[in-house]
């Protein structure tokens, strides 16, 4: 598997964009960075994208690319979220409202965008990759991805404060290449990371106690703009590298 970081950050500024990540050119990992980082030509070319949850920063790229693709694809572009989340997206984003229903445009049987729900928890397939959701813990249904193309395994935490159910997972997961892992706020604000569901340094430390490795790389997302800095000096001891935007990896 390929994958390329369009977005590593909790948010947006001039050096800093949020959470993406392509695979193979064709699947998206959340959609905070797409419109912004590919050509409309890469743009068309992406048949699915995984949403972990709902939160603004890991969305707002659908409708601009909705927008973008229209007339240009053949099929719609599958969105899979959670039931919780894909409820979210049809209320709040493709409502007429505050953005046109693309699920419906042009026709409602050749949709721009297709949203296919799944239990969280469960395990389906997206094409060539089978994907493991896993709930993490965050204030909304917030999910886990560990996708598999049959060789190699590659996880992606969502955002989550500590759990267990993940390492459960993932210690259980062959072939693991690579965990990507959430990390937002410095050590200082370690009661602000729990109540909205993140984790710091001193958490992701204690976290990786519960992981059983086996080689698996463990690449740091979701860094806030504001305390990139400091995270990176907090984060130095510990056995992780973080993720900068534009790496390519393959796995």
Not at 108 to 135: C, M
Not at 144 to 169: E, Y
Not at 210 to 236: C, I, S, W
């Amino acid at each position: 598997m390929k994958l390329q970081v369009l977005g590593c950050h909790g948010g947006e500024l001039p050096s800093c964009r949020s959470t993406c990540f392509l695979v193979d050119d064709v699947l998206a990992l959340d959609a905070g960075a797409l419109t912004g980082t590919l050509t409309l030509e890469q743009l068309c070319k992406v048949d699915d994208v995984l949403v972990g949850h709902s939160h603004f920063d890991h969305v707002k790229d659908l409708p601009l690319l909705a927008d973008l693709v229209i007339g240009r694809r053949d099929r719609p572009v599958t969105i899979h979220a959670s039931r919780e989340c894909a409820k979210a997206l049809r209320e709040n984003m493709f409502n007429n409202s505050l953005w046109p229903d693309f699920t419906r445009i042009p026709t409602r049987h050749k949709p721009v965008l297709a949203i296919k729900t799944f239990r969280a928890g469960s395990t389906f397939q997206v094409g060539p990759y089978t994907v493991k959701s896993v709930p993490v813990s965050h204030p909304v249904e917030s999910c886990a991805f560990i996708i598999s193309d049959g060789k190699s395994s590659l996880a992606m935490s969502g955002d989550t404060g500590p759990t267990d159910k993940l390492w459960k997972a993932l210690n259980a997961t062959k072939n693991l290449k690579a965990l990507l892992l959430e990390t937002s706020f410095p050590n200082s604000l370690q009661a602000l990371a729990d109540i909205s569901g993140h984790l710091t340094p001193a958490t992701v430390g204690s976290e990786l106690r519960k992981f059983d490795r086996n080689g698996a790389q463990v690449m740091l997302y979701h860094l806030k703009p504001a305390f990139v800095t400091q995270l990176k000096k907090e984060l130095a001891p510990l056995p992780v590298n973080v993720l900068e935007l534009g790496e390519t990896f393959q796995f």
